[in-house]
């Protein structure tokens, strides 16, 4: 990591202010295991078992409450993004490192943890990947925030409902359909337009793999998974699909 201050993340350069920090990659860790165990718990604690495919769901489920905060900060720091992805672009040329991964090694004050300015640096370090994220007319930055806006409502219901049963399972189903659906053709839009302007080739061969493919294919799989479950949970009228 760069020894001036002044060069770090502006999450960094407030970590004097608190005695406990913590990595990047590990905060987000923690509250993606912190959400998912607790709908895995309480199905337990409500039905006395466990079922794979509400494991997976409630991974799911958390990873997109998280991923949804991060792109409210999409839409609350977007003039902050575009600064910062220069700075990055810079601090690459410079260093010859990956931006990605010198942010989420940063270690940060757990008093910053739901600040949008920290999480602002996801999208300014992914833009050096895809340029869409520093720019606000693409669809990639448009797509992200919408999802952001509209995702995090149905995602708690349905969480609720597939934990607890609660909901009539025609409810839940066509609820999942929709939110699902939605999920899985936003990916599939995203990597077509991801391909058809050409961006693949300012990047490298790994980072295309792992950046564009790695980090959205949860989505696109989880999506047709939980369309599965959707779909059942409406034909069968139950949530025998999900184990109760």
């Known amino acids: ?24 990659v590990l905060l987000a860790g923690l509250v993606i295991a912190i959400l998912a165990l607790a709908g895995i718990g309480a ?3 409500l039905h ?22 991060w792109e409210a900060s999409l839409l609350l720091r977007r003039d902050y993004i575009e600064k910062r992805a220069e ?20 270690r940060v004050p757990l008093s910053k ?12 370090t992914y833009s050096l990947y895809d340029g869409s994220y520093a720019d606000r007319r693409t669809y990639g930055y448009i797509a992200d925030i919408a999802n952001g806006i509209v995702t995090p409502t149905p995602t708690l219901i349905l969480y609720a409902a597939y934990t607890s049963g609660l909901l009539p399972a025609v409810f839940a189903g ?11 053709h936003m990916t ?16 490298s061969r ?18 047709l998974l939980g369309l599965y479950v959707s779909v059942r949970l409406v034909v069968d009228g139950n949530y025998g699909v999900l184990g109760m």
């Not at 006395?48 to 905060?69: G, K, Q, T």
Request: proline share 4%; glycine share 6%.
């Open 1 to 24: 990591m760069s020894g001036n201050p002044a060069d770090r993340a502006v999450s960094e350069r407030g970590a004097r202010q608190s005695s406990v920090t913590i990595p990047v």
């Open 43 to 45: 199905r337990y604690y």
């Open 48 to 69: 006395r078992d466990l079922n794979l495919i509400h494991a997976l769901l409630s991974l799911f489920f958390s990873i997109n409450l998280l991923i949804c905060y």
């Open 87 to 106: 700075y990055w672009r810079e601090w690459k040329r410079r260093t010859g490192r990956a931006p990605s991964s010198e942010f989420l090694l940063t």
């Open 113 to 124: 943890a739901l600040s949008p300015t920290l999480w602002a640096d996801v999208w300014a």
């Open 174 to 184: 066509i609820l999942g359909v929709m939110m699902f659906w939605q999920l899985t």
């Open 188 to 203: 599939s839009a995203y990597w077509i337009s991801f391909f058809l302007a050409g961006r693949q080739t300012r990047i």
């Open 206 to 223: 790994s980072e295309m793999y792992i950046y564009i493919w790695g980090t959205n294919c949860p989505w696109a799989l989880s999506g």
